[in-house]
């Protein structure tokens, strides 16, 4: 009986970088110790964007019984370009710095003596002269354009002893329509006299389920054995049944090799317009993965690490992640089999399309599809992300190319689905198998905007396809919404207890997303007046985060032509904190409640408004959506609302899979409230079955404000030049004077000169800017911005707009951050110029993006002369402060905020 015998070489080697890319190793003086696998980025401060020529040098023994037989030097990965050195002697080289690849290179040892490896790896940057062979603009290199470079070996190295004649990795086909399971064989060399090839199948407890052998004739290198599996365990995220298959290669009737892999019976198609897992729907509920690792970047800590991060995944309720641009560590795909997620798989990107690029697109899709194969957690393969690499919109011929990808890739692997471009406006699919497509908006900011697009995708809009008349679109191909999201900070205490991690250094060139410093940031712009401490504003971004995405999730849902999603992203990277984990894999805040929302199985509560008056009619659009696989049968949604007699049942039909239901709508009176106070009510929603079991559960969130909070303030008079606002104010008992007089209060939509004038002699102005043009006389250090086109739009990295919940804002509920009750408020115009001084004191409403960026006001207090502006950007148009429970709260406290009323 013979096995293999591995050495691994993981662990220490010495390392040398050398940045011009100049030194032969014999020129080298002095060497360090780096840690194998990881790159070079990861281990060494000086080296954190370090792009260049790194040199490896590792030293060993072999026994003197591998004399005679085949020694094999693998690589897992090492990015980008490497060359190996054997004593001195030259073994060869790989371009590419994700795939496997391997030496023999017994004829090169010294068996008894001391044996070096040498490597030279080049890791080319952006417009890097030096290496003109690997331009980093046609090579894949996927995500290191925006997070930083990966080089070096960052993948496992080891040695290995085998016959001379041995087995490649095997190619495990399942067929379950056929309960079979072909298994392709290789060997290294032609087979020899008396040489036989055996497989085993065995099954998820262990126990042998198929067996066959297959006698080789000579010179053959290559068979495939087909055994039957009758009875086989589907592979699915809620069973992950895996099989192990093992070949064996006899000699003379004795082992001499084996290997072996798991695999999974598992099918996957489009059709009808539904995704098809095991013959069945389902709906796709992913997040988008980076796959980067504190400490560590590109290499995964351990595989426990991969299965823990993969359970939480579960446990928000997530079956699928879609692995961005990157070919990730086998043991990634490997634990995904295990726990049991689903994974779309993507090539990483280059920027430059050129016959050259083109090549290695190829190669590395072929070397991807090779190496993970036999993964029953892979589902998909993307070509292309957003364009990226490509100009869809202007080149013909790049059209025509990603159509001949499109057809290679299906080709290669017809079990899964191939997905063309991943894209985003204004690029577009040309041949794929989903109808997929990005959009970014800042909830509640652009609410609505989400909402109509999502209509509009629901409907199948052309434009996710070609307009040039090259696209083939079957209009069957399932509707998947593959990367929206927001951004909840994550805790920078939390994450620099070791001391602050490198990347908070980086970002700096995208403006809005440096993380260094935030807290000092937290202070100097005086949030810690509104939110106390840096851990509640931590803690209130990951809550607006997640009602934002329940927002989102809620309205895909209740299309049921809309098949997927893809959350951006399961966990925090670097500066890009819009995950559902932080970095170092801390659930956030909401980690246990979203699987209510993102679930096979969910009731959805839909509403026009999210304030109301006391005894209000709320009226509550119901719907249900089922993927589940066990069937609830009839049943009812039970409701109450909270700290209210308001409560009752709506009858749920029996629901198919895959199917999406409107009910019978709720109404009910809003709750009454004590006081002048507003508060925040919720309604609570209970999918039952008919023994009582709970299918799915939710809530939403409305606010309740009394009509205390529009009245007119006690000993107050307003004057005003808008005839739409005049009158709102009297249908509300507003006292108006109709002149600017002492002690009235002015409310206007612009500053002229003549109003600038009676401020500067001590009157009072309540400025309600829609826009620059409400500064026509302008004031100094104020300009009013729009939003749209800048970083406070916030649709990417987010914007988290806030009110000081301290008097005369105390009537308003929630907060400090604004939610959905504002939403028919929130501006779109900010305040700039303002100074961290004004946001100590006289800024009572304001904004900041991403990391603490870019703080402007939304609310601010601006002394002229003797007299006083209250600048309000917020969306108080007149009948919104009539309608409007919000709105009306609002004005009123700015009218209070001028009486003199401290903030």
């Known amino acids: ?203 998820p407890t262990g126990e042998t389920v198929a067996r066959t052998e297959h006698k080789l004739a000579v010179g053959n290198a290559a068979v495939s054995l087909t055994l039957q599996v009758p009875g086989f365990a589907w592979w699915s995220p809620e069973s992950p049944a895996l099989y192990r298959a093992e070949a064996r290669l006899l000699h003379q009737g004795e082992v001499v090799d084996r290997t072996g892999d798991t695999f999974g019976f598992r099918t996957v198609e489009a059709r009808d317009g539904q995704i098809l897992l095991n013959g069945r729907p389902i709906y796709l509920r ?173 409907a199948r809009p052309p434009s996710t396809y070609s307009p040039f008349g090259d696209a083939e679109r079957t209009g069957q191909e399932p509707l998947v919404v593959s990367e929206f999201g927001n951004w909840g900070l994550p805790d920078a205490d939390l994450l620099s207890q070791d001391g602050e991690p490198w990347w908070f250094e980086t970002g700096a060139e995208r403006d809005v997303v440096y993380p260094h410093g935030v807290q000092d940031r937290f202070q100097r712009w005086g949030l810690d007046r509104v939110f106390g401490d840096y851990g509640a504003l931590v803690e209130a971004t990951q809550w607006h985060q997640y009602r934002a995405l329940k927002f989102e999730i809620e309205a895909m849902r209740r299309r049921g032509s809309i098949q997927g999603y893809v959350i951006t992203e399961f966990t925090d990277v670097h500066w890009e904190c819009n995950g559902l984990l932080d970095m170092d894999r801390r659930p956030k805040a909401f980690h246990h409640v979203l699987r209510r929302i993102n679930a096979d199985d969910v009731v959805i509560p839909e509403v026009d408004r999210w304030t109301y008056r006391p005894g209000e009619q709320v009226t509550v659009r119901l719907w249900v959506s089922r993927y589940g696989v066990a069937s609830p049968g009839p049943g009812v949604v039970r409701w109450w609302v909270d700290q209210s007699m308001a409560k009752g049942e709506v009858p749920v039909p029996d629901v198919e899979r895959s199917q999406v239901v409107q009910l019978k709508s709720i109404t009910f009176p809003a709750p009454a409230v004590e006081g002048d106070v507003g508060r925040q009510a919720r309604l609570w929603l209970r999918w039952e079955d008919a023994a009582g079991r709970v299918v799915a559960e939710n809530d939403l969130t409305f606010s309740v404000l009394p009509e205390g909070t529009r009245a007119p303030v006690p000993g107050m008079t307003l004057w005003t030049p808008d005839d739409r606002l005049a009158k709102v104010f009297r249908d509300l008992g507003w006292p108006l004077s109709d002149r600017l007089a002492p002690g009235v209060i002015a409310v206007a939509r612009q500053l002229g000169e003549k109003l600038r004038g009676w401020v500067r002699d001590g009157g ?140």
């Open 286 to 458: 992913s997040a988008l993965d980076q796959d980067y690792y504190p400490g560590t970047i590109a290499t995964p800590p351990s595989e426990g690490f991969l299965e823990d991060q993969f359970r939480k995944a579960k446990e928000l309720g997530l079956n699928c992640l879609r692995i961005h641009i990157k070919a990730g560590d086998p043991r990634y795909y490997r634990a995904a089999d295990r726990v049991g997620l689903l994974i779309w798989s993507e090539i990483p990107n280059w920027d430059l399309l050129t016959e050259k690029a083109k090549a290695r697109a190829k190669a590395t899709l072929e070397g991807m599809i090779e190496r993970d194969w036999n993964r029953p957690s892979i589902i998909a393969w993307s070509i292309i992300n957003e364009g990226w690499g490509l100009d869809l919109p202007n080149d013909a011929t790049h059209r025509a190319w990603l159509k001949e990808m499109y057809a290679y890739a299906k080709q290669l692997d017809p079990h899964r689905l191939i997905v063309d471009n991943s894209p985003c406006s204004p690029n577009f699919h040309v041949k794929s198998d989903l109808d997929d497509y990005h959009v970014y908006r800042a909830i509640p900011d652009h609410y609505r905007e989400f909402d109509e697009w999502v209509e509009t995708f629901a």
């Open 764 to 903: 009072r102005l309540l400025l309600l800017a829609d826009g620059p043009e409400a500064l026509a006389a302008p004031l100094p250090r104020v300009r009013i911005t729009p939003r749209r086109g800048t970083a406070w739009q916030g649709d990417w990295a987010s914007s988290f707009a806030w009110l000081r919940r301290t008097e005369p804002y105390t009537a308003l509920p929630g907060g400090p951050l604004l939610d959905l009750s504002f939403s028919r408020v929130i501006p779109e115009h900010v305040i700039t110029g303002l100074s961290p001084w004004d946001f100590q004191g006289t800024v009572d409403a304001g904004l900041f993006v991403g990391w603490i960026h870019k703080p402007v006001g939304l609310i601010a207090r601006r002394r002229y002369g003797r007299g006083e502006v209250l600048i309000s950007t917020f969306h108080l148009e007149a009948e919104e402060i009539r309608e409007d429970p919000t709105a009306g709260a609002l004005f009123r406290a700015l009218v209070l905020r001028l009486k003199g009323v401290d903030a």
């Open 1 to 203: 009986m013979y096995s293999r015998i591995r050495i691994s070489f993981d662990g220490s080697w010495r390392f040398h970088f050398d940045p011009a890319g100049e030194l032969s190793v014999n020129q080298i003086k002095q060497w360090r110790t780096a840690y194998v696998p990881m790159p070079w980025q990861a281990q060494f401060p000086d080296l954190h964007e370090a792009t260049g020529v790194g040199w490896y040098r590792k030293s060993f023994h072999v026994p003197a019984d591998w004399l005679g037989h085949a020694v094999v030097l693998h690589f897992g990965a090492v990015d980008y370009y490497a060359q190996v050195w054997v004593n001195d002697e030259y073994i060869g080289d790989h371009e590419g710095g994700y795939l496997p690849f391997e030496f023999e290179i017994g004829d090169h040892l010294r068996v008894g003596q001391r044996n070096e490896i040498t490597i030279q790896v080049v890791d080319p940057g952006p417009d890097d002269e030096r290496y003109p062979d690997f331009p980093m603009a046609e090579i894949p290199h996927g995500k290191q354009s925006w997070y930083g470079p990966i080089g070096g070996i960052w993948q496992s190295v080891w040695l290995e002893k085998r016959y001379p004649i041995y087995l490649h990795p095997i190619r495990i086909t399942p067929d379950p329509g056929r309960a079979q399971v072909a298994v392709d064989v290789r060997l290294s060399t032609p087979a020899e006299p008396q040489m036989a090839v055996e497989v085993e199948i065995t099954g």
